[in-house]
């Protein structure tokens, strides 16, 4: 499968971006898709992950309640709604899919597939 990440921009802090995540290749119904981050110097961290049918979200601490992840399966594509941006939340952003695992993982390495990220930038 291939992943196109897309939407990343530079914003001010309190602004609002929604990233897209395009797949082609297999069936993007079937697997559980996620978000990722990597900020300049860190390590890679998980954003949010929603399940195959979009039945069930789960988010990381700090973005919950500012960020919202959606699939719209029909076209191929994830979201996620980054709202009340913060200068923090400056990284390249990451989409990927679980091709294994039915449950919600938290964790890169057990995600199969990766898109080629897109860079969003918070100013203050």
């Known amino acids: 499968v291939q992943l196109q990440a897309s939407g990343g921009g530079l914003v001010q802090a309190g602004g609002s971006l929604r990233l897209s995540c395009a797949a082609s290749g297999r069936t993007f119904s079937n697997y559980v898709m996620g978000w990722f981050r990597q900020a300049p110097g860190k390590e890679r961290e998980f954003v949010a992950a929603?399940?195959?049918?979009?039945?069930?979200?789960r988010y990381a601490d700090s973005v919950k309640g500012r960020f919202t992840i959606s699939r719209d399966n029909a076209k191929n594509t994830g979201y996620l709604q980054m709202n009340t941006l913060k200068p923090e939340d400056t990284a390249v952003y990451y989409c990927?899919?679980?091709?294994?695992?039915?449950?919600?993982?938290?964790?890169?390495?057990?995600?199969?597939?990766w898109g080629q990220g897109t860079l969003v930038t918070v100013s203050t």
């Open positions: 990927a899919i679980d091709i294994n695992r039915a449950y919600l993982s938290g964790l890169d390495g057990e995600y199969d597939a």
């Open positions: 929603i399940h195959r049918r979009g039945v069930d979200t």
